[in-house]
């Protein structure tokens, strides 16, 4: 049986400037215990991938406790994870999330006139956003991923501010000038984490 955090979240741990760890969020938490377990010196920075926000993980206890809590970790609702549970005959749960959306009256009267109501059409409506706008939003995210972990790892580090000039003008060439003599892992997560802002640009 696949954990919850098994198939969307993925991660990578550094020690100082040394990747130790990457792939699904579970495989890095326990790769970061065993290290801090060896060594209780030892201070790991993990990242999202997908955002470049830094993950607190919480050591405490066992392998066993470690992935326990790993359940009710924040990043498992961003990834929406769990799937929808047949309830028993018939058709299955959509999955679906009530949240409130506040409109102008002309806008719920265009809604509610659509075929299938304002809930239909306003999930068709986004569907069509995201496929139009996917590759400049996750150009953009990717930008804001590489952003972060470039403050957190390489501010001090020679070329930073000339980087991320480069990065927010999609010149590859020149941002992988600017961060050549920066640490092996850290330059390479960078640039995988860069990679579709400048694949975005070249299309």
Same mark, same amino acid.
């Given at each position: 049986?696949?954990?919850?955090?098994?198939?969307?979240?993925?991660?990578?741990?550094?020690?100082?400037?040394?990747?130790?760890?990457?792939?699904? =969020?579970?495989?890095?938490?326990?790769? @970061?215990?065993?290290?801090?377990?060896?060594?209780?010196?030892?201070?790991?920075?993990?990242?999202?991938?997908?955002?470049?926000?830094?993950?607190?993980?919480?050591?405490?206890?066992?392998?066993?406790?470690?992935?326990?809590?790993?359940?009710?970790?924040?990043?498992?609702?961003?990834?929406?994870?769990?799937?929808?549970?047949?309830?028993?005959?018939?058709?299955?749960?959509?999955?679906?999330?009530?949240?409130?959306?506040? =409109?102008?009256?002309?806008?719920?009267?265009?809604?509610?006139?659509?075929?299938?109501? +304002?809930?239909?059409?306003?999930?068709?409506?986004?569907?069509?956003?995201?496929?139009?706008?996917?590759?400049?939003?996750?150009?953009?995210?990717?930008?804001?991923? +590489?952003?972060? @972990?470039?403050?957190?790892?390489?501010?001090?580090?020679?070329?930073?501010?000339?980087?991320?000039?480069?990065?927010?003008?999609?010149?590859?060439?020149?941002?992988?000038?600017?961060?050549?003599?920066?640490?092996?892992?850290?330059?390479?997560?960078?640039?995988?984490?860069?990679?579709?802002?400048?694949?975005?640009?070249?299309?």
């Amino acid at each position: 049986m696949k954990s919850a955090t098994e198939d969307h979240i993925h991660c990578t741990a550094f020690v100082k400037s040394r990747q130790i760890a990457s792939g699904r =969020l579970e495989a890095v938490a326990l790769s @970061v215990k065993a290290a801090a377990d060896r060594d209780a010196r030892v201070q790991a920075l993990v990242f999202d991938d997908a955002t470049g926000r830094q993950i607190d993980l919480d050591l405490r206890g066992t392998k066993a406790d470690v992935v326990r809590r790993l359940a009710d970790h924040p990043l498992v609702d961003r990834t929406g994870s769990s799937m929808p549970k047949q309830s028993g005959p018939g058709r299955p749960r959509l999955g679906v999330v009530a949240r409130e959306v506040t =409109l102008l009256p002309r806008h719920w009267q265009w809604l509610n006139a659509q075929p299938g109501g +304002a809930s239909v059409t306003l999930r068709k409506l986004v569907d069509e956003a995201r496929k139009t706008n996917g590759p400049r939003d996750r150009a953009r995210q990717a930008a804001e991923a +590489a952003y972060r @972990v470039m403050s957190a790892m390489a501010g001090n580090e020679r070329g930073y501010e000339d980087a991320l000039r480069a990065l927010f003008a999609t010149d590859r060439s020149r941002f992988r000038t600017s961060i050549a003599t920066w640490p092996a892992d850290v330059r390479g997560y960078i640039e995988r984490l860069a990679d579709p802002v400048f694949r975005a640009a070249s299309n």
